[in-house]
């Protein structure tokens, strides 16, 4: 089974300052995504950034961008410039298609709670 | 602005009162998900449905349903709620099921059992 894991339950960082969540995962699958979203307190889950596993370079939107490393299964998200409004949990997900079924599984980490210190 | 609403965001119930949540979305997408997050935990998928096709997951209590009357709305009920049900309930929707396919969120039902 695929497992997603976040070692960092909890992280802070200071406002306009850089932060780095990290994430693995475990897959013997090649064709795959994966997916950072953000869950603000108190308000629904949004995508931040995706990466199709085939693609080898690395996904940006804005101030988000990740390091994907396929080989040593690792998919980390760095925020640059941190702004208040960053603060949330963060989940990464990982989805591929089910072993021997023809639908799709999203696989969620337990999550990183992001602290931004003004 | 096109979204994903679920009502109500807080509800509570008794222990073995049956309960409704409900979900309905604007985005005309085609794939409805509930997923179950409890304190701390990562959200796990319950059950899906394609269009009309409903898909429940291996692990999904028995004590789980879901409706889909129609493409807007989508519904979760819990017949038998025990204290172990309590936790948010998310409702998600994606225009379809391929592999890259982003999933819009709800903001979420919280569930209390009494």
């Known amino acids: 089974a695929q497992t997603v894991t976040q070692s960092q339950p909890e992280m802070s960082v200071q406002e306009a300052e850089t932060v780095t969540l990290s994430c693995t995962y475990d897959?013997?699958?090649?064709?795959?995504?994966l997916f950072w979203y953000k869950q603000p307190p108190s308000r629904q889950m949004i995508l931040v950034i995706r990466?199709?596993?085939?693609?080898?370079q690395n996904a940006t939107e804005n101030r988000f961008s990740v390091n994907f490393q396929k080989a040593a299964k690792s998919f980390s998200l760095k925020i640059s410039d941190s702004q208040l409004g960053d603060a949330a949990m963060y989940f990464c997900?990982?989805?591929?298609?089910?072993?021997?079924?023809?639908?799709?599984?999203?696989?969620f980490g337990k999550g990183t709670k992001l602290s931004v210190i003004p | 602005d096109a979204m994903v609403i679920q009502n109500p965001r807080y509800q509570v119930t008794q222990f073995g009162k049956p309960v409704t949540l409900s979900c309905s979305q604007t985005l005309n997408h085609n794939v409805m998900y509930w997923y179950q997050q409890k304190s701390s935990q990562a959200p796990k998928l319950l059950f899906h449905y394609y269009d009309k096709d409903f898909n429940n997951e291996a692990d999904t209590p028995d004590n789980f349903q879901s409706r889909r009357p129609n493409t807007s709305f989508c519904f979760l009920d819990i017949r038998s709620p025990g204290l172990g049900d309590a936790a948010m309930y998310l409702c998600a929707t994606s225009r379809d099921v391929g592999l890259g396919e982003t999933q819009y969120f709800g903001p979420g039902t919280r569930l209390l059992v009494l």
């Open positions: 997900a990982y989805r591929s298609r089910i072993s021997g079924a023809g639908s799709y599984q999203l696989t």
């Open positions: 897959t013997s699958e090649s064709d795959y995504y």
């Open positions: 990466q199709e596993a085939y693609k080898q």
